[in-house]
């Protein structure tokens, strides 16, 4: 389990970096990535949406498997990394599965495994101090119809969490 939680940190991190990148450095290609990230703001407290948040997860029967600190962990690497820039005043993911939604979509193609845990994430932009995102990766469009709809479904209970943890 350890070595899961590590590898889905630096799974992530890898792709906000990646993100945070492209946003600041290409505008064509960050708009093209964000095509794959649906995000909600607010401007309630950091702590209530990710009360919320859990709260939204927990609510559909469902368990948080990880949590990762990504502001937590860019702070504590940033020296290492040559950078001591902040970017988020708080940042986290939150990964979990479920049971119904996994197995159809892992039934309709064995390599959508590579999907699975799913992840929504909050942070706070040190750039937009009184704003809280919340997030997740949209899953693909293509596939077959199987896969298509279960990623359909997936999205769908995404989507109902990280609105769920944002109304104001």
């Given at each position: 389990?350890?070595?899961?939680?590590r590898?889905?940190?630096?799974?992530?991190?890898?792709?906000?970096?990646?993100?945070?990148?492209?946003?600041?450095?290409?505008?064509?290609?960050?708009?093209a990535?964000?095509?794959?990230?649906?995000?909600?703001?607010?401007?309630?407290?950091?702590?209530?949406?990710?009360f919320?948040?859990?709260?939204?997860?927990?609510?559909?029967?469902?368990?948080?498997?990880?949590?990762?600190?990504?502001a937590?962990m860019?702070?504590?690497?940033?020296?290492?990394?040559?950078?001591?820039?902040?970017?988020y005043?708080?940042?986290?993911?939150?990964?979990?599965c479920?049971?119904?939604?996994?197995?159809?979509?892992?039934?309709?193609?064995?390599?959508?495994v590579?999907?699975?845990?799913?992840?929504?994430?909050?942070?706070?932009?040190?750039a937009k101090?009184d704003?809280?995102?919340?997030?997740?990766?949209?899953?693909?469009?293509?596939?077959?119809a199987?896969?298509?709809?279960?990623?359909?479904?997936?999205?769908?209970?995404?989507?109902?969490?990280?609105?769920?943890?944002?109304?104001?």
């Amino acid at each position: 389990m350890a070595i899961w939680h590590r590898i889905s940190q630096s799974a992530l991190v890898t792709l906000i970096a990646a993100f945070t990148a492209l946003a600041s450095s290409a505008p064509a290609a960050a708009a093209a990535a964000a095509e794959t990230l649906r995000t909600y703001k607010t401007k309630a407290s950091y702590d209530d949406v990710r009360f919320e948040l859990t709260n939204a997860i927990i609510d559909r029967g469902l368990k948080v498997q990880s949590n990762g600190k990504i502001a937590a962990m860019l702070a504590r690497t940033g020296a290492a990394a040559g950078s001591s820039k902040p970017v988020y005043k708080q940042a986290e993911y939150f990964s979990f599965c479920s049971v119904k939604l996994s197995r159809a979509m892992m039934e309709a193609d064995p390599a959508n495994v590579g999907h699975c845990p799913f992840v929504l994430f909050a942070y706070v932009a040190v750039a937009k101090p009184d704003e809280v995102v919340v997030g997740f990766h949209t899953h693909p469009t293509t596939g077959n119809a199987a896969s298509v709809k279960a990623f359909a479904q997936i999205d769908i209970l995404l989507d109902g969490i990280a609105k769920a943890a944002t109304q104001e």
